[in-house]
């Protein structure tokens, strides 16, 4: 009996014994892991928290090499705020810290820290300084780089520890459980029979939640170091990354559009976004956040919607490109925007659009100093408030135009033009011409100004015209100095800049090509002027005594052909009457030549007949004919043309005397004329050798001569047809190949009159 009631007693407490412990280790389990986690969580947040120290260390490093590179206002402040994020962030994880070993480690860093601010401030002073960029650049390879290699290695250790201490509290979490697992089986043998069903169930339930407990933490990971990852990436960004409310309100302003608006972010942080917008663009801008929030469409990406305009703090508009997107949260819609500064892009399409303009321009025209003062009139539209062109010549200076953007300024633009110009007292003029560069002065202060006057009429001059940056670029060209152009930005509050140093560099360089080719034509037209005026003073004084020359032979001619038997002295006389004859011709053209270029070739039209000029040209190169069959095709009636019959027959006969000095012995050529519109069209062939494109090309040119051993002519007379029959309203072409003649077109205007009744066809040339 006894026996029953103990064993009675201890089926009866036995699974009671077993649960009350089971209970209390798995309490104690419950504790180990909360705990863990806890230290899991722990380490998590601050690991995250040292990921963006390691970020904004890079964005200082970033802006002060930028920074010593290229010093900048704006850029210093934004390094400054910068330095502060990370010194605060990183005293914050010093003084939340427990552990002594990332004390220590954390007080490693800001000793790295404070060593590397220590010596970035030493050298952005220098840099203010004015030191050279070389010292700068070997100090920050000695120096800053090794100091940043130190806190960056600091940083690192910093995270590595915190990512062990991770490890370690997974790990002990992981022991904890085993260890409750072994000693919670160990009791199981001992009230099997009647706990196996019980110890099954429980032994479920604690597998799913060890997978569960898995699971969250894996999650937790990959949820720490996307985190991590896009606070990184949204912290150095370089475009504006902005999210709203529903409301409107601005959740998240990163640095890059700390840097884009120069607002801090906890400066527009709860704002609306209407803070950061130009004031006329805000009623249409919520419409359409709204609908877009409204609407089906999750994203549109940059380039889909036109340019739209910021508004930085200064209150200095800028055009942008924005992409936006949205997503709901807990039951609301949050959208993000993406934005893009564009204005240097704008700038630099500007800047183009005006070199193509200013080529234009340039181009348009060989009068050097009009087509500057055009440039300078385009350069006030974009580039500057007032432009002014400064030409030499003969060694002195000049101003040669003043342009102005503001209207109003017309009394200021005409005292400046006519004041006195004294190189020695204008020390920006001086450089300018002194070094033969472009000259950058980024801010014109008071006391510079005064510097620069040359007496008390210039001060008032230039405080009206109130310079705040100067840009000026030379013109020269093969170590040629022509002049310059100088841009000044006053009302507008411009401030140049080096890349519009570059743009005025290659405006210059246009420039001065242009006033180069224009001194090179003016040369060109002065030399051609020179020899058209030699050549009718030669042709004119030659004229006089050749036709005493040629009264002189024939004189001698008819006396020797009155002696019997002297036939060879009236040979040599005939053969000394064609050289004259041929000398006058060329005299007469020469004449001709001189005529045409200075516009005086005349013509006294008159109603002709067609046919009898066809008739009378063709019988006059008969003569020249020789061994070479000259034919005349008929072509029917055809009107009468208004031409200068003496001038039209030296048409006749240029061409005609061409083609038969080419047309070799045995060959044709054949004149005739047919009806084309108003006109008549007379052609002259020939089946000679013909001509190549690159004869064809030059065959109207001045003194040209395909062979220039020729010396039977001067090459003037298809120039001079060519003028002939311009004069008289015509056109003069040519066809030619190779090896299949050639054949000369010119057109006549017909003569007014009454009708003439129906036109009879007539057959085309060969």
Request: charged share 25%.
């Amino acid at each position: 009996m006894h026996r029953f009631l103990s064993t009675a007693t201890a089926m009866v407490f036995l699974p009671a014994l077993i649960a009350v412990g089971a209970l209390l280790v798995v309490l104690q389990v419950i504790r180990a892991e909360q705990e863990s986690l806890r230290r899991y969580a722990v380490a998590a947040e601050r690991s995250m928290a040292t990921e963006r120290l390691s970020a904004e260390s890079e964005r200082l490093g970033r802006l002060v090499r930028s920074y010593l590179l290229s010093p900048d206002a704006q850029m210093l402040e934004e390094l400054e705020r910068s330095r502060e994020r990370f010194e605060r962030a990183l005293g914050g994880m010093f003084a939340g810290s427990q552990a002594p070993r990332e004390r220590e480690l954390l007080s490693k860093s800001q000793r790295a820290q404070a060593r590397l601010s220590s010596i970035s401030r030493e050298l952005i002073a220098l840099r203010q300084q004015g030191v050279s960029l070389e010292r700068i650049l070997l100090r920050v390879t000695r120096e800053l780089q090794p100091a940043r290699e130190e806190l960056n290695q600091e940083i690192a250790l910093v995270l590595r520890y915190q990512r062990d201490e991770m490890d370690s509290s997974r790990n002990q979490a992981s022991h904890g459980v085993g260890s409750s697992v072994r000693v919670y089986l160990l009791g199981i043998p001992v009230a099997m029979a009647v706990l196996v069903a019980q110890s099954v169930l429980v032994m479920r339930a604690f597998r799913r939640g060890q997978e569960a407990k898995r699971e969250a933490e894996w999650n937790a990971d990959q949820r720490a170091a996307s985190e991590a990852r896009f606070a990184g990436i949204v912290s150095i960004a370089a475009d504006a990354i902005i999210s709203l409310d529903e409301s409107g309100a601005i959740t998240i302003f990163n640095t890059g559009a700390e840097a884009i608006f120069g607002y801090s972010a906890s400066e527009v942080l709860g704002q609306p976004i209407d803070l950061l917008l130009p004031e006329r663009f805000r009623a249409n801008h919520r419409g359409f956040m709204q609908s877009f929030a409204e609407g089906l469409v999750s994203a549109r990406r940059m380039g889909e919607r036109r340019l739209l305009f910021g508004r930085r703090k200064t209150g200095e508009e800028f055009p942008a490109e924005a992409a936006i997107s949205k997503r709901e949260v807990d039951g609301t819609h949050i959208l993000t925007v993406i934005l893009r500064d564009v204005s240097a892009q704008k700038r630099v399409e500007e800047e183009q659009r005006f070199l193509v303009q200013a080529g234009e321009i340039l181009s348009s025209s060989l009068d050097f100093e009009r087509t500057l003062s055009r440039v300078a009139q385009l350069a006030v539209q974009s580039l500057a408030d007032w432009c002014i062109v400064y030409l030499c010549e003969e060694g002195q200076v000049r101003r040669s135009e003043v342009a102005h953007r503001m209207p109003g300024k017309q009394e200021l633009a005409a005292a400046l033009r006519g004041l006195p110009l004294n190189m020695s007292q204008t020390p920006f003029l001086r450089e300018l011409w002194r070094s033969r560069e472009p000259v950058l002065l980024s801010h014109v202060s008071a006391e510079l100004l005064s510097s620069t006057t040359q007496n008390a009429e210039h001060l008032v001059l230039l405080q009206q015209l109130a310079p705040r940056s100067l840009l000026g670029v030379p013109l020269v060209v093969n170590e040629r100095f022509f002049g310059a152009l100088v841009f000044i930005a006053s009302d507008s509050g411009r401030i140049y800049t080096e890349g519009d140093l570059e743009f005025a560099r290659r405006l210059g360089r246009l420039a001065s090509l242009a006033v180069e080719n224009a001194r090179l034509y003016q040369a060109a037209r002065s030399a051609t002027q020179a020899r058209d005026d030699v050549l009718g003073i030669v042709a004119h004084d030659l004229r006089s005594p050749l036709n005493s020359i040629v009264l002189g032979i024939q004189a001698l001619r008819r006396r020797a052909r009155g002696t019997l038997g002297d036939a060879p002295s009236v040979e040599a006389l005939d053969s000394l009457l064609s050289s004259a004859q041929r000398m006058g011709r060329l005299v007469e053209d020469l004449l001709d030549v001189v005529r045409l270029e200075a516009g005086q070739l005349s013509i006294s039209p008159s109603p002709q007949p067609t046919e009898g000029l066809l008739r009378e040209a063709v019988e006059a190169a008969r003569p020249q004919a020789g061994e070479v069959h000259l034919q005349l095709e008929e072509s029917g009636p055809l009107p009468p043309v208004l031409a200068d019959r003496d001038r039209l027959l030296q048409v006749f006969s240029n061409l005609l005397g061409n083609a038969l000095k080419f047309t070799p012995p045995g060959g044709a050529v054949r004149a005739g004329a047919r009806l084309e519109g108003a006109s008549v069209c007379f052609y002259v062939h020939d089946t000679g050798p013909g001509m190549t494109p690159e004869v064809l090309e030059h065959i109207f040119d001045r003194f040209w001569q395909a062979d220039r051993r020729d010396r039977r002519g001067a090459g003037l007379g298809l120039s001079i047809t060519k003028g002939l029959v311009e004069a008289h309203g015509g056109v003069l072409r040519v066809e030619s190949e190779p090896g299949r003649g050639s054949t000369f077109f010119f057109t006549v205007p017909v003569a007014s009159g009454p009708s003439r009744g129906p036109e009879p066809a007539t057959p085309a040339p060969p």
